[in-house]
């Protein structure tokens, strides 16, 4: 059973930084891509950016040049470096691993951004 757990979420302000981390269970983490999403209130939850087996990153442009994807797999983990944030980025941030067979999420964590 595969299994995600984020952390790292907080309230900053704008400007501010903050670094999620997820870590996975089960499976063969190194063999899947992984991808962080978020959902702002009112709104339909967005990819935020993905990283592949191969270390290959793709970013949605609002995160592009802010935002950085990267993961240890002797850890089972995949960070979100979020740099510059404004409250534009307010939302629950998502972990996403993405199975052969099938999709798994996180339970999400709150980032604040604060004006």
């Known amino acids: 059973q595969v299994q995600l757990v984020e952390s790292g979420g907080g309230s900053v302000q704008t400007g501010g930084s903050l670094r999620l981390s997820c870590v996975s269970s089960g499976s063969i983490f190194s063999l899947d891509s992984m991808g962080w999403y978020r959902q702002a209130p009112g709104k339909e939850r967005e990819m935020v950016a993905i990283i592949d087996s191969g270390g290959i990153q793709h970013y949605e442009d609002f995160a592009e040049g802010r935002f950085t994807i990267t993961r240890d797999n002797d850890k089972s983990t995949t960070y979100l470096q979020m740099n510059d944030l404004i409250p534009e980025d307010t939302g629950v941030y998502y972990c996403?691993?993405?199975?052969?067979?099938?999709?798994?999420w996180g339970q999400g964590t709150q980032v604040i951004v604060s004006s």
């Open positions: 996403k691993r993405l199975g052969v067979m099938h999709d798994y």
